[in-house]
């Protein structure tokens, strides 16, 4: 397996465990109250956005050629990162 197919095996299993955890975390919320359940709905649209941005760059990335990949790799990168940080701040609200 290339270096690509590996990267490209390993953030496509994280994207599942992310779209995983929005799900339990969209469970949890209808527990909420409505304002609470309005607010989380709005950040879940926001995940939801950048998880499809960050789903969007690994696709190019997974069609680009071997060479050319490794170019893609930082857009990829940024994306995963923005994910990261917006489910952990969804996450957060919820331990409060």
Known sequence: MSKKDEYFAKMDSQIKKWDAEVDRLRAKSEQMGAEARAKFAEQLKTMRATRDA????????HGSSESAW?????????????????????????KK
């Open 70 to 94: 490794r170019h893609l790799e930082a857009g990829v990168d940024t994306a995963w990162a923005s994910m990261k940080s917006a489910l952990e701040k969804a996450s957060a609200k919820f």
């Open 54 to 61: 960050a789903f969007k760059k690994l696709e190019e990335l």
